[in-house]
């Protein structure tokens, strides 16, 4: 199974670097690809500028929502939970909005700003610390209520409140103002830099990293919170530490390319289906590679090759990955085993 | 209901109007029992004026009144809307609304749009201008003054159309703004109040001249037909000179990409969108000119960027004000010809801090200048003695 998503990894990286809107023939793609010499330098520069970093960063992205989602499922025993879930892309979402709101003046404090150029790193940072800060109620919360459904419940609500926020300013905001931020809302794997696709990086190796890590408690975490803490588990700590890593995950994702939905929630459950196992240390990197692919094949169909457009990753990820969902668990029907 | 009370109150004004004049002239009696004066007394006659290039409004001239139409083009259907501008007492045909009747000459307009306030000086009546849509838009420094001294209210300082302001302000005709997401609701309101709205959409106007042609329906509206007709055939005399000019430059055809991305997606002007007609005034070559839209086009980062590494000029790249905001943005976009050669220009020659920008102020009625901006841009040669007014190069 490994070997096969690997296989399927490499292929449709490939092919996402060789098919866009622009006509490269195949074999002047791999020509520029594998040997450095090259006839065409605009075609050189899109390869190497525009499709490399934007496949790279779908590569992350997919990976750690997936395995944000997987450990969002694990620790809550829920199969609708995903990074988005504890409020942490809502939260991400204030961060941006209010970014846009600072740099407005005093008279417009109630609307959300153009914010002009140069915000990029802004609006990564803004969404991190955004994520981070509703992250830290929830983990505040958290240590009083021991309750697994109650954190649901109240990450649930936290995503509410910020989305009010949200739409507050977004109501004393003229459409003109509105439409960055909207647009940001579409997600966008194209628009990481590669000074960005560097942090991102490290983030999210990191971040895998850690939930690797996490394996073991995470299979404990499965049998039931009581039977964990008799088998010698501190589940406290467990939990802040699953919830601090998610949300790095997720957050540091979100920041720089935008919400993304569904790929946190379908990949945990495609990968159970297909490999009928709940032990962590196989799921994580399963997800990991799942996730690659699943977000690499929704990018090259965004980037709907041979047109001169292109569809919003947001929408793909849900149209194509959703369908895929109901037919695994229809098939299978193994979902309640996994809980 | 609100209407109806309207139209008592009217009736029962104009009911004391002549109670009074009844009392002062006890003589005549029984003749004048008209809602609203007699048609005996002899109106002036009409100045005409003639709608040339605009194609969003027309007059027609009858006898006691002036039959204003409005047209719609940017629905999926294509509408009228009737009013009728007419001398207090005049005879106006029963089947236009009330709410779409006009007494001319008004003395109290607001107007919702900065693309209109140009067209006030022009015809030597900025202080018939009581209302504004917002101050901070505004670039004109009278009439910030106005706003500053109360003589001109700001009737939707917050995003929504205050009522209560535009009733003590005491309009008599409000220049609205038609485009599809247009708050009708807000100028329903208004006209339920007995504020007449003019649903404006000069944006829809194809050619620069028929933007500025707008202030025929201004004139119209104060009765200056005669003061327009001549100040814009003088515009049109200085518009026709900077586009002769051009017109020696045609053998060359420098190549421009427009617009900035966001994200994935670049929009760039369509091929009838009123950014490429501008450009086309100054015969550039252009990658989408065979592009039908109106608006602007989503294209993805590559197809442009494709583009963008041969083009010679780069046209109003978003809000972008500085070189090192562009390349901050994204630093592919220093790979551009355009960037490495310095050609890159906006919008933002003259603009405020509050967000208002001379190009959808002033600029409406100077489209000579606007011209010479292009020609400057793409034909230096040309215009030796042309500083840019509008536009403005990156630097």
Redesign the interface.
């Known amino acids: 199974m490994i070997f096969i998503l690997v296989g399927l990894l490499l292929v449709l990286f490939v092919a996402d670097l060789v098919l ?3 006509n490269i023939p195949i074999g002047e793609a791999l020509k520029i690809l594998f040997a450095s010499s090259h006839e065409n ?2 075609w050189f ?2 390869i190497h ?3 490399l970093p ?1 496949s790279l960063t779908a590569i992350l992205v997919g990976g750690a929502l997936s395995v944000a989602g997987l450990q969002m499922q694990t620790l809550f025993r829920n199969p609708l939970a995903g990074p988005s879930v504890l409020g942490i892309t809502a939260g991400a979402s204030l961060g941006v909005a209010a970014v846009m709101l600072v740099t407005g ?1 005093a ?1 417009t404090a109630f ?1 959300i700003k ?1 914010m ?3 915000g ?1 790193w802004l609006i990564v940072i803004a969404s991190s610390l955004g994520a981070a800060a509703v992250l830290l109620i929830i983990l505040l919360i958290s240590f009083k209520i021991r309750d697994n459904v109650v954190m649901l419940i109240v990450g649930l609500m936290m995503a509410n409140i910020t989305i009010a926020v949200v739409s507050i300013w977004q109501f ?4 003109e103002q509105i439409q ?1 931020y909207i ?2 809302t ?1 997600g ?4 990481t ?3 960005q696709l560097s942090v991102l990086s490290v983030i999210v190796l990191l971040g895998i990293f850690l939930t690797f890590l996490l394996s073991k408690p995470l299979n404990t975490l499965l049998l039931g919170e009581a039977y964990a803490q008799s088998m010698g588990l501190n589940v406290l700590r467990s939990r802040v530490t699953i919830i601090g890593v998610t949300s790095i995950l997720a957050g540091a994702v979100t920041g720089f390319c ?1 919400p993304i939905g569904f790929i946190g929630i379908a990949v945990p459950h495609l990968v159970r289906s297909f490999l009928n196992t709940s032990d962590h240390k196989i799921l994580i990197p399963s997800c990991v590679l799942m996730g690659a692919v699943l977000m690499l094949l929704c990018d090259i169909i ?2 709907v090759p041979g047109s ?3 569809l919003p ?1 947001n929408a793909i990820t849900a149209l194509i990955g959703s369908p895929v969902v109901i037919w695994v668990i229809v098939k299978r029907r193994n979902l309640k085993a996994s809980f | 209901m609100k209407r109806l009370n309207k139209k008592l109150m009217n009736l029962g004004g104009g009911l004391l109007f002549w109670f009074v004049i009844l009392l002062l002239f006890s003589g005549c009696s029984n003749s004048q029992k008209q809602e609203k004066g007699s048609a005996s007394e002899p109106f002036p006659p009409f100045v005409e004026t003639k709608i040339e290039h605009a194609i969003g409004f027309d007059i027609i001239y009858h006898d006691q009144w002036k039959e204003l139409l409005l047209f719609r083009h940017y629905n999926d259907f294509t509408d009228t809307i009737k009013y009728a501008l007419h001398f207090n007492g005049a005879n106006v045909p029963d089947n236009i609304d009330n709410s779409h009747r006009i007494q001319i000459p008004v003395e109290r307009v607001a107007s919702m749009s900065t693309t209109h306030l140009g067209m006030f000086s022009f015809l030597n009546a900025e202080e018939v201008l009581k209302a504004i849509e917002v101050k ?1 838009y505004v670039s004109s420094e009278n009439i910030k003054k106005g706003v500053e001294a109360g003589e001109i209210a700001e009737l939707s ?3 929504e159309i205050n009522l209560e302001v535009a009733v003590a302000t005491n309009l008599d005709v409000v220049l609205g703004v038609g485009y599809p ?1 247009s708050p009708n609701d807000a100028y329903q309101n208004l006209e339920n109040l007995g504020i007449p709205v003019l649903l404006n959409a000069d944006w829809q106007e194809k050619t620069l001249l028929g933007r500025a042609e707008w202030v025929k329906l201004l004139a119209a509206l104060l009765n200056k037909e005669e003061l327009a007709n001549q100040a814009f055939r003088e515009l049109e005399i200085r518009y026709n000179d900077v586009s002769k000019r051009l017109e020696i430059a045609e053998d060359k055809s420098p190549s421009v990409i427009t617009g ?1 991305a ?4 670049w929009y760039v002007a369509g091929g009838n969108s009123f950014s490429y007609y501008l450009l086309d005034l100054a015969g550039v070559k252009y990658p989408w000119a065979r592009d039908e839209s109106t608006g602007s ?7 442009v ?2 583009e963008g ?2 083009a010679d000029y780069w046209l109003v790249p ?4 500085t070189l ?3 390349r ?5 976009y220093a ?1 551009f010809k355009a960037y490495k050669s310095r050609q890159i220009f906006n919008i933002y020659g003259r603009f405020n ?3 208002g920008n001379d190009f959808y102020e002033s600029a409406v009625m100077n489209p000579d200048i606007v011209l010479k901006d292009i020609g400057k841009i793409f034909h230096p040669e040309l215009f030796p003695e042309h500083n840019l007014y509008y536009y403005n190069q990156l630097k």
Do not use: C, H, M
């Open positions: 866009g809107s622009v330098e605009a520069a899109i500028k525009i499709r934007r003046s008279t609307a153009e002009g150029l140069g990029s004393f905001s003229s459409p960055e647009l940001w579409f966008s794997l194209g628009g830099t590669s000074e935008g965004s980037q001169n457009s292109v990753i | 901070k300082p917050a995003g997401n900035l966001q994200g994935d997606v086009v989503r294209l993805s980062f590559e197809t960027y494709e590494l041969k978003s809000v972008a004000k090192e905001e562009i901050d943005a994204d630093p592919r790979d801090e509050g967000g």
